[in-house]
């Protein structure tokens, strides 16, 4: 079977697989504080569906998988799970998007697993502004957890959404993390995926962040990756390296390599687009495997060209990243 390509010649290797909607948090920017209805059980994909979706994926190309939510450890037995992904010959990475306030009872098993790329989400090392951000009372847990994972080896990206008003103050506070440690902190332009159907109207964009950071320090720019979504910089002397993310400002859209699969089955082919197909109900109404693959090539020839295109197709309906596969 040919790989996945969009019909700008994009090749398509790389899923952002959400096993929940729930989260032990409250993030602002990404969740009301109350009132969004969680998906019901049934309607959850199965981790059996997982993984049988997981090799019809594999055999159309995709050979990294992130593990992402709400917050992944909320799920029963997702070591379980990743147990048997990380078995799946045909995947190159797993990596995982946490909060960190569950993962601790299962670092050395991740390591066993060679699951060691591990994206934080930080806003805030200050405590109170830390609780003000997620609405939770976590920080002591989230700070020990991550110092644990620092010194066991994991490759840590640690991510800020910066918001003008909230936490611009923890720009240069976060980057002493960069200072001392050889992980890389990443500071995001918020996007209006907070459930609340509005704009909060405080990003700050990923030149003002590098405003902040030039005030005080010299930054020399490192060669990114390919289909990187972060801008990557070098402080003289740090152990690591710092990023911005243009992820409302949409620069990185051109060499996109990357399909989204909800918790429930949704496929997006872009963050800011509409849900292509629902993989749970070809699944569970008999489709065969050639059959959900044919669909997703058909999804993935839909990619918008960029963000923009694909807001303009969406009618600007912000769902929470927890509904997306952030
Ligand atoms: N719960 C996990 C976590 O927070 O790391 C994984 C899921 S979370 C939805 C994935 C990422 O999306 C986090 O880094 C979070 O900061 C980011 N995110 C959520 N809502 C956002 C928004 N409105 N704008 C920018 N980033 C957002
Ligand atoms: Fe939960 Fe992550 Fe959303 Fe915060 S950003 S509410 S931790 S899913």
Redesign the pocket.
């Known amino acids: 079977m040919e790989k996945l390509q969009d019909k700008f010649g994009r090749e398509i290797n790389y899923l952002r697989l959400s096993v929940t909607d729930r989260?032990n948090?409250r993030?602002t920017?990404?969740m009301p504080e109350r009132g969004l209805k969680f998906a019901p059980k049934q309607t959850l994909l199965t981790y059996e569906e997982l993984l049988d979706l997981a090799d019809m994926l594999g055999g159309v190309g995709i050979n990294k998988i992130r593990i992402?939510?709400?917050?992944?450890f909320v799920r029963a037995d997702l070591m379980g799970f990743l147990e048997r992904l990380s078995a799946k010959p045909f995947l190159e990475k797993i990596s995982i998007?946490?909060?960190l306030t569950l993962i601790r009872p299962h670092l050395a098993n991740l390591l066993k697993l060679g699951i060691k790329d591990i994206?934080?989400?930080l806003?805030s090392l200050e405590k109170e502004k830390f609780h003000e951000i997620t609405r939770r009372d976590e920080f002591e847990e989230v700070e020990q957890t991550l110092n644990e994972m620092i010194d066991r080896g994991f490759n840590l990206k640690i991510?800020c959404?910066v918001m003008a008003g909230t936490n611009e103050d923890q720009v240069l506070a976060l980057l002493q993390l960069a200072e001392k440690h050889p992980v890389s902190v990443r500071f995001?332009?918020?996007?209006?995926?907070?459930g609340s159907g509005e704009e909060l109207g405080r990003t700050l964009d990923y030149k003002s962040i590098l405003g902040i950071i030039s005030e005080n320090y010299e930054y020399t720019k490192l060669i990114d990756e390919p289909s990187s979504t972060s801008q990557n910089y070098h402080i003289e002397g740090f152990a690591g390296n710092f990023g911005v993310i243009p992820?409302f400002s949409r620069t990185f859209c051109g060499d996109c390599n990357r399909l989204r699969l909800s918790a429930t089955g949704e496929v997006r082919t872009c963050l800011y687009g509409q849900n292509q197909l629902n993989l749970r109900d070809l699944l569970r109404g008999g489709s065969s495997e050639e059959e959900i693959q044919a669909a997703l090539k058909e999804a993935v020839l839909k990619k918008p060209k960029d963000g923009f295109a694909a807001a303009d197709e969406n009618e600007k309906i912000y769902l929470s990243?927890?509904k997306l596969g952030?």
């Open positions: 989260c948090l993030c920017y990404c992402t939510g709400g917050e992944p998007t946490s909060n994206n934080v989400s806003d991510n959404v995001l332009e918020e996007m209006p995926f907070n992820s990243m927890t952030g």
